[in-house]
Structures are given as C-alpha cells and as structure tokens.
C-alpha cells in the first residue's frame, strides 16, 4: 500500500527566510509519480510539481526547489526567500500505477500548515 | 480553458436531505475523480472514473453515497439521505492520462446542519 507522511504538520517563519517542507513516501511500485499541491486560504488545490521515479534530477522553479532522493524515499520541497502569499497548506502527494487496474489513485499526505509572518 | 468547474460552491442542508454536487471537467481528460477533505481524515479519494465508466469505488463511504458520468463533460455525485457527517470540501479533479498531474476543482464546501 502507498502511504505519503509530511511529518512537519506547522512551519511558521519570517519573511524572506529559506523553509524546507519534507515530505516521505512508502510505496512498493517501481513506477509512481509524486507531486505537491498548494491550498491557500482560499482553499483551491494548486498543482505545484509532477516527478516521475525515474527521474531524480532536482529542479527549480523561480523561488521554488524540489529535492527528490529514491534512497531515502523523500521529495522535499524548498522555498527561498519566503514571503507572506506563500502561506498556505501544503500537500505532498504519490500516485502509483494500480496492479489490478489500468488507473491509479492520488495519496495525500496530511499537509504542512507554512505561515510566513512579515 | 476554463479549468475543473464544480458547483455549487457551498451548499447547506438539513439532514436527511439529498444532495448531488457537480463537475465539469477540462475538455479532453479522460480521468475524473472525486475526493473528501475533513480536517479528521485530510484529502482522500472517493471515486475515480476513465472514459466515463467508475474504475474504483472502494473510497465511497457507504451506499448513501453515489456517483455517476453520464458523459465526457459532466459528473455527479449524491448523497442520500445526507448526514452531519458528511459536511465536508468535495473537489472534484481530472486529469489527461493516468499518472498525469491533476487539476482540481475550487471544491463544494458542503455542510449538514
């Protein structure tokens, strides 16, 4: 079974700090794919990133940084220089090809509350 | 594109009244899901469908609750008779190919008083 934990369940920080969301994955499949989402205070789900199991090159998006390790069954997620809209709710998530059927489902982890205070 | 659109976007009910809560999904995917978010048990999925037909409903709660696909472009979910506890954010997502990344829906924040 897949299970995703996001030990940090609040993170509170200063403006313009560096924060590192940690996110570990259990799955028994050597095909899965991993993402992360943002929820605002709005509350919409915001795809952030999809990264295959194949593919360990970390990548960069503006501010944002993802650190995946298959060692260490961890997909970490690095915001520099935070600021205050990054307040938000942030889920890791696994997705892994089903054995019995051609689909898949989403797993969540239970979310990282980050606050970033002025 | 005009994204995942589910409506409503709150709904209040009384117990014991049935629901259905809608989703349209982007033009072209052929994976469509239902999930839950409860602050006891976060994001869990409920049902997910491909080319319209359910694949796996084992999420669903129980048979007070039901979902259908009637078409490409358009999914229900009910529950009845609804409950208290089923007050909740439902999101309705869909995606390209399996294994793609998912766009969700702004979600229906449905309370059960």
């Known amino acids: 079974a897949q299970k995703v934990t996001q030990a940090q369940t609040e993170i509170s920080v200063v403006e313009k700090e560096d924060v590192t969301l940690d996110c570990v994955y259990e799955t028994r499949d050597t095909t899965y794919y991993l993402f992360w989402y943002k929820q605002p205070p709005s509350g919409e789900l915001v795809f952030l990133i999809r990264r295959n199991s194949f593919d360990e090159q970390n990548e960069i998006s503006g501010r944002y940084s993802w650190n995946f390790q298959k060692s260490t069954s961890s997909f970490n997620f690095t915001i520099t220089a935070s600021q205050v809209v990054d307040s938000a709710v942030y889920f890791c998530a696994l997705s892994e090809r089903g054995a019995e059927t051609s689909g898949s489902r989403l797993t969540f982890g239970e979310g990282t509350q980050l606050t970033v205070n002025p | 594109d005009a994204g995942v659109i589910q409506s409503p976007r709150h709904e209040v009910t009384e117990m014991g009244q049935e629901v259905t809560l809608r989703c349209k999904p982007i033009s072209g995917h052929d994976y469509l899901f239902w999930y839950r978010q409860t602050m006891m048990r976060g994001l869990e999925l409920l049902i997910y469908f491909n080319n319209n037909v359910p694949i796996d409903d084992s999420g669903m709660p129980e048979d007070r609750f039901s979902a259908k696909m009637p078409n490409a472009s358009f999914s229900t979910l009910k529950i009845q008779p609804s409950e208290p506890r089923d007050s909740a954010v439902y999101f309705c997502?869909?995606?390209?190919?399996?294994?793609?990344?998912?766009?969700f829906g702004s979600g229906t924040r449905l309370t059960v008083v």
């Open positions: 997502a869909s995606s390209f190919q399996e294994l793609y990344g998912y766009t």
